[in-house]
């Protein structure tokens, strides 16, 4: 089970797969057993880095100081130790804001950059999405009634037309024995909500490759596009039939957005 000890937590993290290092960012409420659905599609192009992020899966205690940028510098550290001195990097919706926090950090280590369904923009309904389900979940019977809620949110409407992919979803995520329970969730929503980026789109000097959700509810697309438009070299690309689980609803078309994406940056 690996571990990297650093002042304050344990930090751990999952490696698979083989080329190239590419370091996975999980986005709000999510750990390394995120990238699930993706991961399998890019192990024969990449090695594969998946941290859990601060008070989330295996990493303690979950109650250590936190921000988003600690959890970045977390990251690097990681990349430290493992000896990867260049990396490539994907970062979903929080972690889409670590990753460009990153960046400002590892100066030349990052040969490139995707971002997906996230933004560096301010969402006040996005946070009052989660000051909802937060308060669903600590009311009675509310650990499976705060993931009903949440599902609408972050799947496609096509997730919905299979009765049973609600109930498969519900038991998978019951059954995880590290699920984030709810004070950590409280705890990273505060690292959230206390967000000041340092790093703007403008300051981004890597290919940075934005997909977004054609159907994603939680991030307003069209400031997120006007935002990311400020990168000197961005693509952009939005999804059909996608959520804001951008790497679940369309995981094949990720995968293939990220190889083609990622091969054909030179190396440094």
Request: glycine share 6%.
């Amino acid at each position: 089970m690996p571990e990297l000890s650093l002042p304050d937590i344990s930090l751990h993290y999952e490696i698979d797969g083989s080329g190239p290092p590419l370091l996975m960012l999980a986005g709000m409420l999510s750990d390394s057993a995120s990238w699930g659905a993706l991961a399998p599609l890019l192990t024969d192009h990449f090695t594969l880095i998946r941290p859990d992020n601060r008070s989330t899966g295996r990493t303690t205690p979950w109650d250590a100081e936190i921000s988003v940028a600690q959890m970045a510098r977390d990251a690097l550290a990681l990349m430290d130790h493992l000896g990867h001195e260049t990396f490539h990097l994907v970062g979903h919706s929080m972690g889409g804001l670590m990753a460009m926090e990153l960046t400002g950090m590892a100066l030349d280590r990052v040969q490139a950059l995707s971002i997906l369904a996230s933004a560096p923009v301010r969402a006040p309904r996005t946070m009052a999405v989660f000051d909802a389900l937060l308060a669903v979940r600590r009311a009675p019977e509310g650990e499976q009634l705060w993931l009903r809620a949440l599902y609408p949110w972050i799947f496609a409407p096509g997730f919905f037309t299979d009765p049973d992919n609600v109930g498969t979803a519900l038991a998978a995520a019951l059954a995880y024995p590290h699920a984030q329970s709810a004070d950590a969730m409280a705890h990273q929503m505060q690292a959230l909500r206390g967000f000041r980026p340092t790093v703007r789109p403008a300051d981004l000097t890597y290919r940075t490759q934005v997909l977004h959700g054609a159907d994603d509810l939680l991030i307003p697309r069209a400031d997120a596009e006007k935002a990311f438009a400020a990168i000197p070299d961005v693509t952009q690309r939005t999804l059909p039939d996608a959520g804001h689980s951008i790497h679940w609803d369309a995981a094949d078309a990720v995968a293939k957005h990220l190889r083609q994406f990622h091969d054909t940056t030179p190396e440094t």
